[in-house]
């Protein structure tokens, strides 16, 4: 009988009286309503993070330009001239091509600037901050410079430019900044017999840090780390006196971020 006696008052002693209960009701409650803020706060940034994906093209996501149904000898449709530091624009055209991937039709860039002068030709609307990019291109015979694309362009005087010399068989990434021009990285490339060679890059984040890296007829050429410049237009570029065809431009914002692999031809 004194066991039960003890037992019960055991009982007594740690059970919560009723305002020990209101208390630890209201500290549940007040966490429960923590945790529920706290998930809409992260639910409302996934939703908010997922929107700003969608608007990185303010035109549309996927772009892909063949030029073929643009009047010849006319500047593309959507896109507009710029150069750096102040020369005469370059002739940005569109001509028929016997051999154009995307028949029958391409853009023709041809730049007369005399020193290291970069000519840009903007796609209107579009703002990227980790693009995928592509371009088919071609160095006429007897012609020489450097051509490719440009990519998280603020003005004439900031972006990123993916470059490649047809007859030294090199490849640059570089980048202007603050009135200062850095060469991120150079290589040399072997490229493939053909009429048409392609570049493309892709500009990724793992990790807190953004990769840049640049294919050149399908094999990696380049992978540099920069995140000095973020969203940005694109378009395609030449860099002194230099003539370049281009086909077949795509532009799509890359939501993969995840290593690299190396991307099928287009």
């Not at 055209?93 to 391409?106: D, E, G």
């Amino acid at each position: 009988m004194l066991q039960t006696q003890n037992t019960t008052r055991a009982y007594r002693v740690i059970r919560p009286a009723p305002k020990v209960l209101c208390v630890l009701l209201a500290v549940g409650l007040m966490v429960s309503l923590s945790s529920i803020s706290t998930y809409a706060v992260q639910r409302e940034t996934s939703e908010e993070k997922a929107a700003n994906l969608k608007k990185q093209a303010t035109g549309g996501l996927f772009h892909n330009w063949t030029f073929d149904q643009i009047p010849l000898n006319a500047i593309p449709e959507g896109f507009r001239k710029s150069v750096f530091p102040d020369e005469p624009l370059a002739e940005w055209v569109v001509q028929a091509h016997a051999t154009a991937p995307s028949p029958s039709q391409i853009v023709a860039g041809v730049s007369t600037c005399a020193r290291r002068c970069y000519q840009l030709l903007l796609a209107d609307g579009l703002e990227y901050e980790y693009p995928d990019l592509s371009i088919r291109f071609q160095a006429p015979d007897g012609t020489a410079g450097l051509g490719g694309v440009v990519f998280g362009v603020r003005d004439a005087h900031s972006f990123y430019a993916a470059l490649v010399d047809v007859t030294a068989r090199t490849v640059q990434l570089v980048r202007r900044s603050n009135q200062e021009e850095r060469v991120l990285g150079q290589a040399s490339v072997n490229l493939k017999p053909v009429d048409w060679h392609s570049l493309r890059v892709q500009r990724n984040t793992i990790i807190s840090k953004d990769f840049i890296e640049v294919f050149v007829d399908g094999v990696l050429a380049l992978s540099v780390e920069d995140q000095t410049l973020g969203l940005g237009q694109v378009g395609l570029t030449l860099l002194g006196p230099s003539t370049i065809l281009f086909d077949n431009f795509h532009a799509v914002p890359l939501f993969s971020h995840r290593p690299l692999s190396a991307p099928p031809a287009y």
